[in-house]
């Protein structure tokens, strides 16, 4: 990072600075993103940086991401499937698309 100056001398002025680092084995990072999606880092490098009174972390890896599984109820297929005439596989997949009961049935009508 900084050429030419020692790994341990780097610590000691980062000691003296109010910094101090702490790597965490961790073998996945979860973070639950607030539109229900996940971002998960398989085999990830995780510092924990406490600087200031302030806790931080610095996560490198490879990254993918999950969007989050839309529950269907066999109850919410039954009524789309009721107030509309569809198939059940047209209920569910609507369903699944909207993750809005009165939305799939307005759809599907």
Known sequence: MFGGINPKKMQGM???MGIAQEEISA???IIE????????????????IKMQGQVSFQITGEEKEESEEVEVSEDDINTIVEKTGC???QAKESLEKTSDLAESILELS
């Open 27 to 29: 073998s996945k990072v």
């Open 33 to 48: 993103k607030k539109d229900g999606g996940k971002l998960i880092i398989e085999e990830p490098s995780v510092i924990k």
């Open 87 to 89: 198939s059940k596989e």
């Open 14 to 16: 980062m000691k003296q």
